[in-house]
């Protein structure tokens, strides 16, 4: 009986602590951007000067602060949950990302589909006669088209995906079809063609690929090389995933977010900030929101890999109830 209990209370230990560091590194996310922008923005010097024997200032205390106000909620949020599963958590996280990806690929199809009418407006000279010279003018600079086009849509998204209950990428494929068949038939037949139909395709294109990761991920459809896998217990696998989620999966996704955001100079940063956009006249303005799309992979990578990480520990652990893939999609 004694050491019943001892294994039962060392299940319940092992739980809480995914669960607690699930919520972290969830939780982690939101404090690290808001960190950046104080730091890139405000001109705050970051928590880097107390760990490294810098100048320390209020204003890293305060950051730092951030960071252990988010692991206090974490804990609390577990202990207020305490009769959830591994299983039940990993499911609402799933949930959650799910309406992230779909909120995504609205973005990207009402984006594309504005953004590329303009370009052929402008480049046809017909938009000053709708709009105006002046909001004409305007409209021809990333600068104004972000904030006042590309933004209002990606809100205008993210209430759409509160709707809608498909994840869309299917659809978005078909899209990328039309949009390359439309360069063919318009170059070969009317010979037309424009900078702005090459890039819409590279726009939706790269969302198809890297917004579909978390889902491809929830449905075991990345290229596994199985030798030894297949024959594993569910116990064996659940080991083999949450050691392979730790070690790369979450490890990946952190570092692609400090690499792309860890300067005013990174990949991702740099082009966000600045609204980067091509060179290619009057092509579509969204090179700097592509940019933006290996932010969104790493986020929502992260969060399934939580999730797939609690999924992991729970057949570890050889609970009842293994992840329904299609209903934790489509609920």
Same mark, same amino acid.
Request: proline content about 2%; charged content about 15%; aromatic content about 16%.
């Given at each position: 009986m004694t050491m019943a209990g001892d294994v039962y209370a060392s299940n319940r230990g092992l739980q809480y602590s995914v669960r607690v560091f699930g919520w972290c590194m969830l939780i982690g996310v939101p404090i690290y951007f808001l960190n950046n922008y104080f730091i890139f923005v405000q001109g705050?010097?970051?928590?880097?000067?107390?760990?490294?024997?810098?100048?320390?200032?209020?204003?890293?205390?305060?950051?730092?602060?951030?960071?252990?106000?988010?692991?206090?909620?974490?804990?609390?949020?577990? /202990?207020? *949950?305490?009769? /959830?599963?591994? /299983?039940?958590?990993?499911?609402?996280i799933t949930r959650f990302n799910?309406?992230?990806?779909?909120?995504?690929?609205?973005?990207? +199809?009402?984006?594309?589909?504005?953004?590329?009418?303009?370009?052929?407006?402008?480049?046809?000279?017909?938009?000053?006669?709708?709009?105006?010279?002046?909001? *004409?003018?305007?409209?021809? /600079?990333?600068?104004?088209?972000?904030?006042?086009?590309?933004?209002?849509?990606?809100?205008?998204?993210?209430l759409i995906a509160l709707r809608s209950r498909t994840l869309g990428f299917q659809w978005l494929a078909l899209l990328v079809v039309f949009a390359e068949l439309a360069i063919v038939f318009s170059r070969f037949i009317f010979s037309y063609e424009q900078a702005f139909m090459g890039d819409l395709v590279r726009f939706w294109y790269a969302a198809l690929f890297l917004f579909a990761s978390a889902y491809t991920l929830v449905e075991e459809g990345h290229v596994r090389?199985?030798?030894?896998?297949?024959? +594993?217990? *569910?116990?064996?696998?659940?080991?083999? *995933?949450?050691?392979?989620?730790?070690?790369?999966?979450?490890t990946l996704c952190w570092t692609i977010l400090f690499v792309g955001m860890g300067s005013k100079a990174s990949i991702i940063y740099s082009p966000l900030a600045n609204f980067e956009v091509s060179q290619s006249g009057f092509g579509m303005h969204v090179k700097?929101?592509?940019?933006?799309?290996?932010?969104?992979?790493?986020?929502?990578?992260?969060?399934?890999?939580?999730?797939?990480?609690?999924?992991?520990?729970?057949?570890?652990?050889?609970?009842?109830g293994h992840q329904d893939h299609e209903a934790s999609l489509t609920g």
């Amino acid at each position: 009986m004694t050491m019943a209990g001892d294994v039962y209370a060392s299940n319940r230990g092992l739980q809480y602590s995914v669960r607690v560091f699930g919520w972290c590194m969830l939780i982690g996310v939101p404090i690290y951007f808001l960190n950046n922008y104080f730091i890139f923005v405000q001109g705050w010097p970051g928590i880097e000067p107390i760990f490294a024997g810098g100048e320390v200032t209020v204003d890293s205390w305060l950051q730092l602060g951030l960071y252990l106000l988010g692991l206090v909620f974490a804990i609390a949020l577990v /202990r207020k *949950n305490s009769s /959830r599963t591994l /299983r039940d958590e990993a499911a609402r996280i799933t949930r959650f990302n799910t309406y992230l990806v779909r909120a995504a690929f609205w973005a990207v +199809f009402l984006v594309g589909l504005v953004d590329m009418s303009l370009s052929f407006l402008r480049i046809e000279g017909i938009l000053p006669y709708i709009v105006g010279d002046q909001l *004409n003018a305007d409209l021809g /600079r990333v600068h104004f088209r972000g904030p006042y086009v590309h933004i209002p849509l990606i809100i205008i998204s993210l209430l759409i995906a509160l709707r809608s209950r498909t994840l869309g990428f299917q659809w978005l494929a078909l899209l990328v079809v039309f949009a390359e068949l439309a360069i063919v038939f318009s170059r070969f037949i009317f010979s037309y063609e424009q900078a702005f139909m090459g890039d819409l395709v590279r726009f939706w294109y790269a969302a198809l690929f890297l917004f579909a990761s978390a889902y491809t991920l929830v449905e075991e459809g990345h290229v596994r090389v199985d030798v030894f896998y297949a024959g +594993f217990t *569910n116990k064996t696998k659940g080991f083999v *995933n949450a050691i392979g989620t730790l070690l790369m999966g979450i490890t990946l996704c952190w570092t692609i977010l400090f690499v792309g955001m860890g300067s005013k100079a990174s990949i991702i940063y740099s082009p966000l900030a600045n609204f980067e956009v091509s060179q290619s006249g009057f092509g579509m303005h969204v090179k700097y929101l592509m940019a933006g799309f290996l932010a969104v992979f790493a986020v929502t990578m992260l969060i399934q890999f939580v999730s797939y990480l609690m999924e992991a520990v729970a057949d570890y652990l050889e609970q009842p109830g293994h992840q329904d893939h299609e209903a934790s999609l489509t609920g």
